[in-house]
């Protein structure tokens, strides 16, 4: 693999492949070592655009945990649209010697631009409203992890589908992997033409919630609204909201995810979020072991392409 | 690019296309003298001059219909030179084949006062083979609120008004203008396309913008407003011509318009007959162009209603944007597309029999010229020559070589087109093409 830009052009053996070595990898992170020398001789940046507590944290951990050399940039998209180009920013750090770049950028293909446009090997760490390709794969590994397998399972995402890139990159992911997926939400927040992607749409929650096996509920993105999509945070928690009661009422066990961070109280309760249903930390723990396996499939293929030229 | 003046020039053996010259589909030799057509025959007759001194230029075939007209491209000038001035423009038009070419006011200052409108004519000098002819504002400052002075601007030369790129969003606004313009009997040129529909939206609605995850503009901000347009031309009376239809549910509300006997035309741009969304697959800025490639099914109805005469014209689309405005993250870069030297070839190579059809070639020849009341320049004798000799088996590749244009911002941009303009004529000039 020489990036990972998203999930729609990965294909299902690849997916697969990330999923055994990240087992491989948690087994490692519970080890009372947790430190492997694989990407010993290897600089990752991690450029963010965007804020980011978590997945910064979750990737930076990862390559600690590979022994990989790693700096951080952050900076914000406007700051630098005004200033010097995404191109220069990232050529100035590529000209340090980086190998790798992990990169979240506001727009949509930033990634991709990059990868397009340098040597460096490309994670793609969010595009504006496209990909999260490592959270639908950490997403989907924990789905398989919890219930023995993917395919088969139905699963719905909920919530603000429309500026959601974790969505796009859910979608793809358990699709590929033989999952049934529904999407639900407000229907200003739903893209139009989403069906075309196999997915159905529901716009009840408690419908939703009685179908499907896994819910995975994302957050209200206001933010990344720069035009009104719904009345008011009131409303939606009032009527898309989950609650505990709601879970406890379909008398099925059901797979509660968030990718965090959760505003609790409005697309999930405290009570939910905190219930046995939730596999919330789970996700966060297996989100570093996914994230390990990805650097190390990419230095993986950057060793083969070295021995070529050599 | 030669250019020289069109005197003592014979063409040999020229397939001469105009319906309303005698010559009409024949193939011919054609004599030029002081930059006018001297004689006209058939191939397999003498000339009846002396053509001693003569340069002959063998057309071996190829060819030749009155100068290529464009309603509408963005020159950039005054205010955005670096993009493209007035004479790389020109430049680019010469090469691309067209003679003519109606400029659209979104420049800085907009065309939208008597001494800009004299800024663009005083291009029209002796030793340019394109004329320019300017469309003025309609709105000051094409912000669609106050009205500009109209009825001065076309005293000073603007050929028709429009406020190019915006949209004429404010109802009363058009209204006023339709009404206005009616004793002039001036086109008024719109872009259909509902603003609020289309905020922040970076290319077409569809399946291609959800797999991207980019806010799409919907082919429904287009046909609102062409609905709305009509009943207000239904209202107001006068004439409205629709720039650059995109999208294919605009096209039965302008063909009942018209049978419906309302004045009212429509354009298309040899972008939006060529390319789809599905061409953004890679996020490539060169296509990001508004309205938006729509998909093909939008495609394939364009090109039926231009059969059908629903749409009258095809222009070119040209939009310069330097490096700076499109080698960026693609919700960062700017809409538009150069298309004045890929628009026959482009064109040619997606339709190539279709389009040398008398009705198709008219749509970028008399067409253009009938709408704006400009003079139809006719391949006979005794005419000035104003011509387009054209090649369309001719493979060429869009490169550095090819494109005069000041900027680059080619979809085409390194692929190989088939059918290119090889010489043109007009205003005593004679241009041999790269």
Known sequence: MKHLLGIQTLDKTTIELIFETATEFKNV??????????????????????????????????????????????????????GETLLDTVNNILA????????????????????????????????????????????????????????????????DIMHSRVALSNIFTFLKLGAEVRVCGPATLIPRHIAALGVSVSHQVQETLAWCDVANVLRI?????????????????????????????????????????????????SDAADSPHSIILDQVENGVAVRMAVLYLMAQYRDKILAVSA | MRIIPANQILIQNVLLIDPFSPWHRQYVNLAL????????????????????????????????????????????????????????????????????????PNTQPVIAHKQEVAYILQHNQPSQIVKVHPLAAV??????????????????????????????????????????????????????????????????????????????????????????????????????????????????????????????????????????DENLHQLDTACKISPPLRSHIDREALWQALANHTLDVICSGHHPQDEESKNLEFDLADFGAIGLETFFGSLNTYAPQWLLEDAMLA????????????????????????????????????????????????????????GKAVAVCHNGLWAELD
Not at chain 2, 49 to 58: A, E, G, K
């Open chain 1, 29 to 82: 992170l519970n080890r009372p070592i947790k430190k492997v020398p694989s990407l010993r001789d290897i600089t990752v940046a991690n450029i963010f655009f965007e804020n980011s507590t978590r997945t910064r944290l979750s990737f930076e951990l990862a390559e600690k945990r590979l022994s990989a050399d790693v700096v951080n940039f952050t900076a914000s998209s406007s700051s630098v649209k005004k």
């Open chain 1, 96 to 159: 340090m010697k980086v190998d790798m770049v992990v990169m979240r950028h506001a727009s949509v293909g930033a990634a991709q631009f990059i990868a397009d446009r340098t040597a460096a090997q490309v994670i793609n760490a969010g595009d504006g409203t496209h990909e999260h390709p490592t959270q639908g794969l950490l997403d989907a590994f924990s789905v398989r992890e919890k219930l023995g397998e993917v395919a088969g399972k139905k699963i719905a995402i909920i919530g």
């Open chain 1, 221 to 269: 993105q206001l933010e990344r609204q720069q035009i009104k999509y719904f009345p008011s945070l009131r409303e939606y928690a009032a009527y898309f909201g989950i609650t505990k009661a709601m879970l406890d009422n379909l008398n099925k066990p059901i797979v509660l995810m968030h990718p965090g961070p959760v505003n609790r109280g409005i697309e999930l309760s």
């Open chain 2, 33 to 104: 003298e002081q930059g006018y057509i001297c004689q006209v025959s058939p191939v397999e007759q003498d000339l009846q001059i002396s053509l001693q001194n003569f340069r002959i230029f063998p057309a071996n075939g190829l060819s030749m219909t009155i100068g290529w007209f464009d309603l509408g491209a963005h020159f950039q000038d005054p205010g955005n030179e670096h993009k493209e001035t007035l004479t790389s423009g020109c430049q680019a038009a010469t090469q691309g084949g067209f003679t003519e070419v109606a400029l659209l």
């Open chain 2, 139 to 276: 709105t000051q400052d094409t912000a669609g609120k106050e009205l500009t002075e109209m009825i001065d601007l076309i005293h000073a030369g603007a050929v028709g008004f429009t406020d190019g790129s915006k949209p004429l969003w404010n109802t009363d606004i058009l209204l006023k203008t339709l009404q206005y313009l009616q004793p002039w009997d001036a086109l008024l040129l719109n872009r259909p396309e509902d603003t609020w529909l289309a905020q922040l939206g970076q290319m077409h609605e569809g399946i291609q913008s959800t797999f991207l995850g980019l806010k799409g503009i919907p082919a429904l901000a287009e046909t609102l407003m062409v609905e709305r347009d009509i009943n207000l031309l239904r209202y107001a009376g006068g004439k409205l011509h629709f720039t650059q239809i995109s999208a294919s549910d605009s096209l039965p509300l302008i063909a009942q318009a018209k049978q419906a006997g309302l004045s009212v035309s429509a354009d298309v741009s040899a972008l939006h007959l060529t390319l789809t």
């Open chain 2, 363 to 418: 749509k970028f020849t008399s067409a253009p010229r009938q709408l704006l009341r400009q003079p139809l320049p006719a391949l006979r004798e005794g005419e000035k020559a104003n011509f387009t000799l054209f090649d369309p088996q001719k493979i060429w590749t869009v490169n550095e070589q090819t494109i005069f244009s000041r900027s680059k911002n080619s979809p085409f941009w390194g692929q190989q087109l088939q």
